[in-house]
């Protein structure tokens, strides 16, 4: 089996920042990829940012410019918020592409989430 837990939300007033971290454990083969999505009340759960194994990046257009998606090692990945907006409020979910030892193909896991919340 494998966890993905996030760490970082929180409250923020608008203008600042907060650095979310994501580690993937478990009988962890490989992982194609990692990234952030984030589900606000009502809305669907949309795609923030994400990472492949090589390196390339991708970001929703609500985000460029103020958001970095980062991983320092093949388990973990980060997202730098910064100039946050009340509209970033939001549950964010770390999701990984994943091949898990004895599995026949890589698969998606989730996190539980974590609240990050943007007022004043």
């Known amino acids: 089996q494998v966890q993905l837990v996030e760490s970082g939300g929180g409250l923020v007033q608008p203008g600042g920042s907060l650095r979310l971290s994501c580690t993937a454990s478990g009988s962890i083969s490989s992982i194609r990829g990692m990234g952030w999505y984030r589900q606000a009340p009502g809305k669907q759960r949309e795609l923030v940012a994400g990472t492949t194994s090589g390196g390339n990046t991708v970001y929703a257009n609500s985000v460029k410019g103020r958001f970095t998606i980062s991983r320092d090692n093949a388990n973990t990945v980060y997202l730098q918020m910064n100039t946050l907006k009340p509209e970033d409020t939001a549950v964010y979910y770390c999701?990984?592409?994943?091949?898990?030892?004895?599995?026949?193909?890589?698969?998606?896991?989730w996190g539980r989430g974590t609240q990050v919340t943007v007022s004043s």
């Open positions: 999701n990984g592409d994943i091949w898990l030892w004895g599995a026949k193909d890589f698969s998606d896991y």
